[in-house]
C-alpha cells in the first residue's frame, strides 16, 4: 500500500494549484486523510484533514483558501488551494490513516509533492 501526491508547481501570488494523493493497493477502509507541509528550515506542519464522517479541519493560515476534498470510489484526496501567498511554499505530504482489515490500521505519508509560491 502507498500514497502517491501530486499536482505541486511554481505558481504566483494568487493563483490556484489542486494538489492529488491516491491509494495505491488494497485497503479495507480509509480512517482520515490529512495534509501537511513543511517549509525550508522548518517542521513539518498539519494543514487540513478530513475523516470519515466528512468532517474537514484546517489549520488558521489557509482557511477561507483551501478546500479539502476525498472521491471514496477511487480512494483519493485532494487539496484545491487558492490565493496562494509565498508563505505557502514548501513540501505537502498526504498522510492517510487505513483499515487494512476490519481490526487493523496502520498510518502511511506519500512522497511529498513540492509548492513554490512566487511574489
Known amino acids: 500500500v502507498q500514497l502517491q501526491a501530486s499536482g505541486g508547481g511554481l505558481v504566483q501570488t494568487g493563483e490556484s494549484l489542486r494538489l492529488s494523493c491516491e491509494v495505491a493497493?488494497?485497503?479495507?477502509?480509509?480512517?482520515?486523510m490529512h495534509w501537511y507541509r513543511q517549509a525550508p528550515g522548518s517542521q513539518r506542519e498539519w494543514v487540513a484533514g478530513t475523516t470519515n464522517g466528512g468532517v474537514s479541519t484546517y489549520t488558521d493560515s489557509v482557511k477561507g483558501r483551501f478546500t479539502i476534498s476525498r472521491d471514496n470510489l477511487k480512494n483519493a484526496m485532494y487539496l484545491q488551494m487558492n490565493s496562494l501567498k509565498p508563505e505557502d511554499t514548501g513540501v505537502y505530504y498526504c498522510?492517510?490513516?487505513?483499515?487494512?482489515?476490519?481490526?487493523?490500521?496502520?498510518?502511511?505519508w506519500g512522497q511529498g509533492t513540492q509548492v513554490t509560491v512566487s511574489s
Open positions: 493497493g488494497s485497503i479495507f477502509s480509509i480512517k482520515s
Open positions: 498522510n492517510a490513516n487505513l483499515m487494512l482489515s476490519q481490526y487493523i490500521s496502520r498510518d502511511y
